[in-house]
């Protein structure tokens, strides 16, 4: 296959989608995770207890589901990929004490790290194929967004 044919095939755009609906699922569920088995005043103090304020509990808690949603239904998704790197990055921060090992006790940073690359990949290739921010522009008037 060469790089012509790929690309005219639209074989990228479908990458950038899988790519897009699977960082969104893994944000959207770490979001309810919080919310609905840690609770809400179990993910306060969970965070408090590693020396962050109750608000950082509650973004993190929306960016998370917010961020999932856009990013699963492709709408503003380079914004919603390029959002969720800080929390990923506190994700990382606070598994890091764990060792490098995800399976490690508490869990380790590489996988919170491997989300950042991955959220890194999806602000820079868009949205793909299937992406609603491709196409809703046109649909309810709007002129379509640099951030789709």
């Known amino acids: 296959m060469t ?8 074989n990228h755009q479908y990458g950038a989608a899988m790519l897009r609906v699977t960082l969104g699922s893994l944000m959207l569920s770490h979001g309810l995770l919080k919310l ?5 005043p179990g993910t306060v103090a969970y965070f408090g207890s590693i020396g962050l304020p ?7 808690m929306f960016g998370e589901i917010a961020g999932g949603l ?7 998704t380079r914004l919603a990929a390029a959002l969720s ?3 990923l990055l506190g994700a990382t921060w606070a598994h890091s004490a764990n060792g490098w090992v995800f399976s490690s006790n508490g ?10 690359a991955t959220a890194l990949v ?3 290739q868009g949205g793909g194929a299937y992406s609603l921010g491709r196409v809703l522009p046109r649909y309810i008037g709007l002129p379509k967004l640099s951030f789709a």
């Open 3 to 10: 790089n012509s044919t790929y690309h005219s095939t639209g």
């Open 36 to 40: 609905f088995v840690f609770t809400v």
């Open 54 to 60: 109750p608000i950082a509990a509650y973004l993190t």
């Open 70 to 76: 856009g990013l699963l239904a492709g709408v503003l």
């Open 85 to 87: 790197i800080p929390l």
């Open 107 to 116: 869990g380790g940073w590489e996988f919170p790290a491997f989300l950042v």
């Open 122 to 124: 999806v602000v820079v």
